[in-house]
């Protein structure tokens, strides 16, 4: 196999926080008619980016992460 018991922790692990810096991005915008100044918080232009950012490095790490063979050579 591929992928190890580990592996597959760490990539679910960093979906999961994938999935939580595209719900900080959530949330209502603007309109023709009115203006939600809240499309310009921090969390939504600074934190969640950085949320996700954290998430596909992990991504890439439980891609390449190898574990050691316990098996004497």
Known sequence: ??????????L???MTVIVIG???M?????TETSFN???FSPTRIKVAPV???IGFIGIIF????????????
Request: hydrophobic share 40%.
């Open 22 to 24: 595209f719900i900080l």
């Open 62 to 73: 439980g891609i390449m992460y190898k574990t050691k063979d316990k098996r004497p050579s």
């Open 12 to 14: 679910a692990v960093s």
């Open 1 to 10: 196999m591929t992928f190890n018991k580990i592996n597959y922790i760490i």
């Open 51 to 53: 949320v996700c950012f």
């Open 37 to 39: 100044e809240d499309i």
């Open 26 to 30: 959530a949330g209502s915008g603007s």
